[in-house]
């Protein structure tokens, strides 16, 4: 009778493990389709990648990442990561905190002598990465007169003799790519590294992210897409830079889907620290939305389990990220097609019948307070 029972439990075990696997290569072979259907050979595309439990259930590519030479885009193609890039900027703050060499709640004035003290002394960092600053956006200080790429330093220019703020600190949620490029001069003026030095040595090469890199003007980068834009009409067009696109800590990390899985499993491993801890005290509640927030370059829904967002959004690329660290679930979708965020919508409709994989969370709703 004991052999019978460990039989039929044996019998069990190996249909859940067939079953899943199967379920698996259902899913997978379903993204395929949806690659091969909707995104054209000839034009920009995506790398969509899966994780569930630390296997990659899905890495998956489809589309040029270069027009003019026609490279194919695969798993080491770098796209820019726009607003996904925040969540590097604010691990490079951390990373300075947990050397004792900054304070989340100092003011902005330790930082920046050259701002004034109206503004300075009443912000923080901590009002600064979760977007309760009320700081001017850099875009709406920029003349018509402007002729070329605005960096970050530009950005500290333009801010330091501004006086008043949107509104009082950490009494609203304002989104601000503004805040973001002064985190980056804030990583720049305590390393006393420029900032892309900074993050290749403290945290992208330590965590083997070998193909991810803070961009800069005229300098040449192995596999690095292009962003290009569809018009109405079906037309592409190069739409790989603008004015704007330049500012490092707002935007300008490039990465690729086999570095973000990367990436992501170093977090799950609380590593280079534990996110998931800091995020519990470094978060600001939207009281018009019960049960979300944002902290350290992610948008937080409180469902059960947590789930954390984050897009990007620049000129010719299109990026969305959704991780569910209790269930060790990362859904990934990098584009270098502007305005292509819809077709995440798509691939969640594909994950819909795997009920681990489907977030819970309106991620769009997040997304438009990027915006």
């Not at 190996?14 to 259902?26: E, N, P, Y």
């Not at 989340?104 to 004034?116: G, H, I, K």
């Not at 490092?248 to 990436?263: E, Q």
């Amino acid at each position: 009778m004991g052999s019978l029972k460990q039989n039929r439990a044996l019998v069990c075990l190996l249909f859940t493990l067939i079953s899943g696997t199967l379920q698996a290569q259902s899913m997978a072979s379903r993204l395929d389709r949806l690659l091969a259907q909707r995104i054209s050979g000839e034009g920009p595309g995506v790398s969509i990648g899966v994780v569930r439990k630390g296997k990659v259930l899905y890495a998956g590519t489809a589309g040029l990442a270069r027009a003019d030479t026609q490279e194919k885009i695969s798993l080491r193609t770098t796209f820019r990561m726009a607003s996904v890039s925040k969540q590097f900027t604010a691990m490079g703050i951390l990373l300075l905190e947990q050397e004792g060499k900054l304070k989340l709640t100092d003011p902005l004035n330790r930082f920046f002598p050259e701002f004034r003290t109206e503004l300075a002394s009443r912000i923080t960092l901590q009002h600064l990465l979760t977007h309760t600053s009320g700081i001017h956006d850099y875009e709406e200080l920029m003349d018509s007169t402007w002729h070329r790429q605005i960096l970050d330093e530009d950005v500290v220019k333009l801010l330091q003799d501004q006086t008043q703020t949107y509104f009082k600190p950490v009494t609203q949620f304002r989104y601000s790519n503004s805040g973001f490029c002064l985190l980056a001069m804030v990583v720049q003026r305590v390393s006393g590294q420029a900032y892309g030095t900074f993050m290749k040595e403290r945290l992208f090469l330590p965590l083997g992210l070998k193909d991810t890199f803070v961009y800069e003007a005229g300098k040449t980068y192995p596999h690095r897409a292009l962003g290009y834009t569809v018009t109405d009409e079906g037309n592409t067009q190069e739409s790989d830079q603008s004015l704007t696109s330049a500012t490092r800590g707002d935007g300008c990390v490039y990465t690729s889907l086999a570095d973000y899985f990367r990436w992501y499993q170093a977090l799950q491993q609380g590593k280079p620290l534990d996110l998931n801890k800091k995020l519990q005290t470094v978060a600001f509640a939207f009281p018009e939305l019960p049960g979300s927030g944002y902290g350290l370059g992610w948008f937080i829904q409180k469902t059960s389990p947590i789930e954390l967002f984050h897009s990007g959004t620049t000129s010719g690329f299109s990026n969305v990220v959704i991780r569910i660290p209790e269930k060790d679930v990362l859904l990934v979708m990098f584009s270098n097609r502007a305005n292509h965020h819809a077709f995440f919508n798509e691939v969640l409709t594909v994950l819909q019948t795997e009920p681990d994989l489907k977030p819970q969370m309106n991620w769009q709703t997040f997304h438009r307070l990027t915006n």
